[in-house]
């Protein structure tokens, strides 16, 4: 892959200009929120080729409308806790775009949540679910409430307040929240059932994400992870690589995390490691994946206890020192920023020959940099991992016409809406001058989409 090259036109002097001028508007109006401007100015900066080519969009001036979101609610989530102690969290949800649809976007529960991580998440999900060609804007929303160590009826209290607040400013039209960190098929099951309860109507398409029985898509659980295989796949083929026979490091052990490392092993590769949020595995023999599973998905435990089950494998503390491990493909599946510079050098000293992003904006600038320079296949998170909400769409599509699709018809469709993500990338990286470089075809095919409708519906 060719590292992106320098600006040098004169049309691509002005966009430049434009963009950061722009850029200086979007510090100035969030101080402090540093995830959010990190997230505006990687998907600025990889639109220059777009503006010295089609001023239109400098025209309208539509940078300046898509980074303001068109609504951000706050709200205080107080609830009881187990001791009969009054707690109070704080809620979030940013409606940011609906150019082309009802406000989609999940919901994260984890003490880290604030206004900056929910803006860069939302922002990112504009352009993601516009690149999966399905007729949904960007939302995203959240609260710092930490559901780690919490009971069963105390996560039920919790999103039951969080929801007698967000209810009002949902709806299948509307706005459709779905899960993220911290929130799966029992915080959305839990947000239902309130919702239902508030508004006096069973509308099955306000939430995604829902268990089967009541509406949920078959395969929209593995479809993060599954779908960013598939994306790696379509990458690795394009250049004479596969996962058959590679060795995979794979961050986190959630959603993620799981069914990626299941379709890669389902590929024929070699995943060898693993991560929560304390430690890391390293099996060289390859991973377990009925006993990683039996660990996070069914007894809610820690990772390191991997290797009391599995002696042959070695147990680290620390999240970073993954990157450490020799390997032909690096999955990042955790959490933002958890790829810096340094970690991405060693990556690349080992080499590694791909790093396909499943979490959110998982590599920093510099880090995504580095591997780009050094020839590695990049895949960003906005584009390899649209599977989720993808099939979230397809979970909408199927409450709206009150039919369950078979898994395996879910899973095709999946497939080709990966492939097609693929193609839109690599097509608009080609037409812009940057062959190769999917993180700036990525963030131009999903951006023009959006922008063309924003210009067609007006000033609005
Ligand atoms: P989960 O809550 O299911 O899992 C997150 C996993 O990451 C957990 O294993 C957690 O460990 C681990 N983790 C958290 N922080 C770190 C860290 N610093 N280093 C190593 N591991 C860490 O979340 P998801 O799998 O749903 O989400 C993971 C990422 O994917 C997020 O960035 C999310 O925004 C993104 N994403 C998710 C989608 C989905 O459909 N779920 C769709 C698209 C993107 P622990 O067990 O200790 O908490």
């Known amino acids: 892959m060719n590292p992106t090259p320098q600006v040098i036109s004169n049309d691509e002097k002005v966009a430049n200009e434009y963009v950061n001028q722009v850029f200086e508007?979007?510090?100035?109006?969030?101080?402090?929120?540093?995830?959010?401007?990190?997230?505006?100015?990687?998907?600025?900066?990889s639109l220059i080729p777009l503006f010295a080519k089609d001023p239109i969009y400098m025209k309208h001036n539509i940078l300046e409308r898509i980074v303001e979101p068109e609504r951000l609610i706050t709200f205080s989530?107080?609830?009881?806790?187990?001791?009969?102690?009054?707690?109070?969290?704080?809620?979030?949800?940013?409606?940011?775009?609906?150019?082309?649809?009802?406000?989609?976007?999940?919901?994260?529960?984890?003490?880290?949540?604030?206004?900056?991580?929910?803006?860069?998440?939302?922002?990112?999900q504009i352009f993601k679910n516009a690149l999966t060609g399905q007729p949904i804007g960007g939302g995203k929303g959240g609260s710092d409430f930490n559901p780690k160590g919490k009971s069963d009826r105390e996560i039920m209290r919790f999103t039951q307040s969080f929801m007698t607040e967000l209810y009002r400013y949902i709806g299948?039209?509307?706005?459709?929240p779905a899960g993220d960190i911290g929130v799966g098929a029992k915080e959305i099951g839990y947000m239902f059932g309130q919702y239902k309860k508030l508004r006096g109507a069973f509308e099955a398409g306000v939430l995604t994400?829902?268990?089967?029985?009541?509406?949920?898509?078959?395969?929209?659980?593995?479809?993060?992870?599954?779908?960013l295989v598939y994306f790696v796949q379509e990458m690795l083929k394009d250049n004479g690589l596969d996962f058959e026979g590679a060795t995979v490091v794979v961050s986190g052990s959630g959603n993620v995390a799981i069914y990626a490392i299941e379709k890669a092993q389902q590929f024929g590769a070699k995943v060898v490691a693993c991560s929560d949020s304390n430690g890391y595995i390293y099996d060289p023999n390859g991973l377990n994946l009925d006993t990683v599973k039996q660990l996070k998905e069914v007894e809610e435990k820690r990772i390191r206890e991997y290797v009391e089950i599995h002696p042959g494998a070695e147990y680290y503390e620390g999240c970073t020192g993954i990157w450490s491990i020799p390997c032909d493909i690096a999955l990042p599946c955790a959490t933002q920023n958890e790829i810096d510079a340094e970690s991405a050098n060693t990556l690349v000293v080992n080499g590694v020959k791909a790093v396909g992003e499943g979490a959110n904006m998982p590599s920093t600038i510099e880090a995504a940099h580095?591997?780009?320079?050094?020839?590695?296949?990049?895949?960003?998170?906005?584009?390899?991992?649209?599977?989720?909400?993808?099939?979230?769409?397809?979970?909408?599509?199927q409450n709206s016409m009150r039919l369950s699709w078979t898994f395996e018809k879910v899973d095709q469709k999946l497939h080709e809406i990966m492939h097609n993500i693929y193609l839109s990338s690599t097509e608009a990286a080609n037409e812009y001058g940057h062959p190769g470089n999917l993180l700036v075809g990525a963030n131009?095919?999903?951006?023009?989409?959006?922008?063309?409708?924003?210009?067609?519906?007006?000033v609005v």
């Open 25 to 45: 508007i979007v510090k100035n109006r969030n101080p402090y929120e540093f995830e959010f401007q990190q997230a505006v100015k990687e998907i600025f900066d």
């Open 77 to 124: 989530v107080p609830w009881v806790d187990d001791q009969g102690n009054v707690q109070v969290n704080r809620g979030f949800r940013v409606q940011f775009n609906s150019a082309l649809g009802p406000y989609k976007g999940g919901l994260r529960f984890h003490p880290s949540v604030n206004s900056s991580i929910i803006k860069f998440l939302g922002f990112e």
């Open 172 to 176: 299948p039209d509307v706005d459709v």
């Open 209 to 227: 994400g829902k268990s089967i029985g009541f509406g949920g898509s078959l395969a929209r659980k593995e479809a993060t992870g599954y779908g």
């Open 370 to 397: 580095v591997l780009l320079e050094n020839g590695v296949l990049y895949a960003p998170g906005k584009a390899a991992n649209a599977g989720g909400v993808a099939v979230s769409a397809l979970e909408m599509a």
């Open 444 to 458: 131009i095919a999903g951006f023009k989409k959006v922008a063309q409708a924003m210009i067609s519906q007006g």
